[in-house]
């Protein structure tokens, strides 16, 4: 039992925010939200709504806590709540697809960067048989997500099964009887995932999923698990699962972003990120007792609290959970929201921006010659962990990658001279080719963070040029970064047979060299936007199906490459391209990241986004709006 996941909030604790103490409310609020963050986000499979649906749950908690009648029930409160809320949130989401199956890839589609299965088994750091729990639970019937969050919180020890029981508005006995039909299920998908991740395979298996698109979903789960019971090579496989209860116990909670931890409980350090701006609204807090209707509560500094930034934060401004809470009440006070003159059209569409105003003016670009600027340039918030885009230097290239709302961002180097990293924004460095393989590139490399891209184009004469014998004798040395190793980026080919990659990769194998995702390279010469999308899915799902390891896309557009020139599409036939290519990459569980090509937009390379630091292209605005 996880006695500090149970010991709050206390009950002294909740009386105290019932009887109007502002400090007492914001320390419910913070303690209460890693058990909601963690019930909405698997209950949800990690869906871009996580964040609004917490949210939605403590603003609730919040307005409803004076009216609890019992304190020490409040943790059973809390869980009822947040299963309200995530069904409130189901019955818009059925009811926004029967209204247009269009929404589809926006409101059915968990968001790869946001899975709470990978999230689970990173930040846990879950190995062997609590790995392949995890992922199991991504083959459950949609309806079991729902009870998966609690259960699993049961298991951990952070509730009992009378909150269970109660939060679904069941008895025990029922709640026993659903528990234990999911529990099946997660057995039989354990058995397809271990089947899956065989090596060797069963060459039998690969025959049944000769039309599986590489998505988990209950359809598979049973067409996988009939194969796997009725074949002797994969049914062996199963024979040292573990029960899944004794895998589970004594887990801890699923920790907070690092960003959002690092201001919890305490709300000073939001509150010290506030002051630079005034926050929209009334800031007049009450002298005494609870806070007065239409103010913003304040902590003892002055600045926003824990409550305010769970009430006040407004829908669709927020970025990840990951940014932090300071990073996010600054982003959102000084966003710049542009809205195009028809509600209906796509918001890349509307015209590029106004100056920005004095007090959110960027300090003079940095020349290509000059050191980063000292000062991260204030921006829109960061609209997804997963997308990203290829940087080269420019006039105004810092407050343009800031104003992109990309997640993240590379230089095809270990540095970023003349670039600054936007707030909630991470840089990836890349060593190049073979000549990069140095001490001070490795140091480098290790020193700016997880992941490491590794060799680009290794298979054109004009990028890094390598053989495949190369790339393998120098790949321990990657390896001793301790990073988190993307294949060899390919500019084709990468699902062929005897392919650069394809020997790579079986030469990584038999070496026993670690290798963590696939990068690719995609550029598509048909430009009619459905015929492009589709052929982008079909060269993904290709590569996966044959390597089985997330994929990053690192470089992608439309560009035709024909008799030693490059032929572009009308940027309104590239920006039609990136909303739905952007869109489409949602679905697919495996796509980890992608980064367009690229951020500068000149005569040469007409599909960059920005024209300078402010001016984004009609791509640039279709890229601003992508998830």
Not at 223 to 250: E, K, M, Q, S, W
Not at 543 to 563: D, N, S
Request: overall charge neutral; some cysteine.
């Amino acid at each position: 039992m996880s006695s500090a996941g149970r010991a709050l909030p206390d009950v002294g604790l909740v009386v105290a925010a019932r009887q109007g103490d502002q400090r007492a409310l914001d320390d419910v609020v913070a303690a209460s939200l890693p058990l909601v963050y963690n019930i909405v986000g698997r209950a949800l499979r990690g869906h871009a709504d996580v964040d609004d649906v917490v949210q939605e749950t403590l603003v609730r908690v919040i307005r409803y806590l004076p009216a609890l009648n019992d304190p020490a029930a409040y943790r059973s409160w809390l869980v009822a709540i947040t299963i309200r809320q995530v069904r409130d949130w189901e019955t818009r989401r059925r009811v926004a697809l029967n209204r247009d199956a269009g929404l589809d890839a926006i409101h059915n589609v968990p968001d790869p960067a946001s899975d709470f299965a990978g999230m689970t088994i990173l930040r846990l750091g879950l190995t062997d048989q609590r790995r392949e729990v995890a992922e199991a639970t991504r083959w459950l019937d949609p309806d079991d997500q729902e009870l998966l969050s609690l259960w699993w919180l049961e298991e951990t020890g952070e509730i009992d099964r009378n909150e269970v029981a109660d939060a679904l508005g069941l008895s025990p006995g029922h709640v026993a009887v659903r528990i234990h039909r999911m529990k099946e299920q997660i057995q039989s998908a354990r058995g397809v995932v271990r089947a899956l991740r065989a090596r060797p395979g069963c060459p039998d298996l690969g025959a049944v999923t000769a039309e599986w698109d590489g998505t988990p979903s209950s359809l598979w789960r049973k067409r996988l698990a009939r194969h796997v019971r009725d074949c002797a090579f994969c049914g062996r496989l199963g024979n040292t699962l573990l029960p899944i209860d004794r895998l589970l116990a004594g887990m801890p909670l699923l920790p907070l972003p690092a960003g959002l931890g690092a201001q919890l409980p305490s709300a000073a350090a939001p509150a010290a990120a506030a002051q630079a701006v005034p926050p929209p609204g009334p800031t007049t807090a009450p002298a005494a007792g609870p806070t007065a209707p239409g103010t913003v509560p304040t902590d003892a500094g002055g600045g926003p609290s824990v409550v305010d930034l769970a009430v006040n934060r407004p829908r669709g401004l927020v970025p990840s959970l990951a940014a932090g809470v300071a990073a996010a009440v600054l982003a959102i006070t000084m966003a710049v929201v542009i809205q195009p003159d028809d509600p209906s059209a796509p918001s890349w569409a509307a015209p590029p921006s106004a100056a920005p105003t004095a007090a959110a003016t960027p300090s003079v670009a940095p020349s290509p010659s000059a050191r980063p600027s000292s000062k991260t340039p204030v921006a829109p918030a960061v609209s997804s962990a997963r997308k990203g885009v290829g940087v080269w230097n420019f006039a105004g290239a810092s407050q343009a990658l800031a104003n992109s709302k990309a997640g993240w961002y590379y230089t095809w180097g270990t540095q970023h001279p003349g670039i600054s990293t936007p707030r909630g924004a991470t840089f990836v460095p890349m060593i190049r080719s073979a000549e990069n393989v140095t001490a001070a590139e490795l140091a480098r490399a290790r020193a700016a963070g997880p992941y490491l891209l590794t060799f680009n184009e290794p298979d054109m004469p004009e990028q890094a040029n390598m053989t495949v014998e190369q790339a393998l004798e120098l790949w321990p040395q990657l390896m001793a970064t301790g990073s988190k190793l993307g294949s060899p980026a390919v500019a084709w080919g990468g699902p062929d047979p005897q392919g650069w990659l394809d020997r790579f990769m079986t030469g990584a194998q038999a070496r026993g060299h670690r290798v963590d995702f696939i990068t690719l390279h995609w550029f598509g010469a048909d430009f009619t936007t459905a015929t492009a999308v589709a052929q982008l899915r079909q060269y993904l799902q290709a590569v996966y199906q044959r390597y089985r390891k997330p994929i990053w896309l690192t470089e992608f557009a439309l560009i035709r490459f024909a008799g030693g020139g490059s032929q572009f599409p009308s940027q309104q036939q590239q920006a039609a391209f990136l909303t739905a290519a952007t869109a489409m990459l949602g679905q697919l569980p495996y796509l980890q990241r992608y980064a367009w090509f690229g951020l500068p937009a000149t005569d040469k390379d007409r599909s960059g986004l920005f024209s300078d630091g402010a001016e984004a292209t009609v791509v640039g605005r279709a890229f601003q709006a992508a998830r």
